[in-house]
């Protein structure tokens, strides 16, 4: 992996730099997470349980379905409740609209 030399680049590219930079650090994390969901489940089903009856359910009682899906990983959701994941939120920073991830 080519670096480049940050000390002669212009505050343009560097702020360029940067806005890439944070973008693959969310899909590094939201990908790292989605694979160590996969991994427990696994894991889980193999002793026979499942991740929610070693972790217990979130919230009241209730979950809820899936609302939104990433087009680009149908596996990364989000129910519209709470704070948006890190894949939407970069979506919408380029300019998409909460319906376009509509399931």
Do not use: C, H
């Not at 899936?66 to 979506?91: C, F, I």
């Amino acid at each position: 992996m080519a670096i480049p030399n940050i000390d002669k680049l212009t505050l343009k590219e560097l702020i360029e730099l940067e806005a890439k930079v944070q973008k693959a650090i969310s899909a590094a994390r939201d990908r790292e997470r989605a694979e160590v969901k996969q991994a427990l489940a696994q894991l889980a089903e193999k002793r026979g349980f499942s991740v929610s009856e070693l972790f217990g359910g979130r919230g009241r009682g209730k979950s809820s379905a899936a609302k939104y899906a990433n087009p680009d990983n149908k596996a990364e959701t989000w129910t519209g409740r709470g704070r948006k994941p890190n894949w939407l939120v970069a979506k919408l920073n380029k300019g998409a609209k909460l319906t376009d991830f509509a399931i």
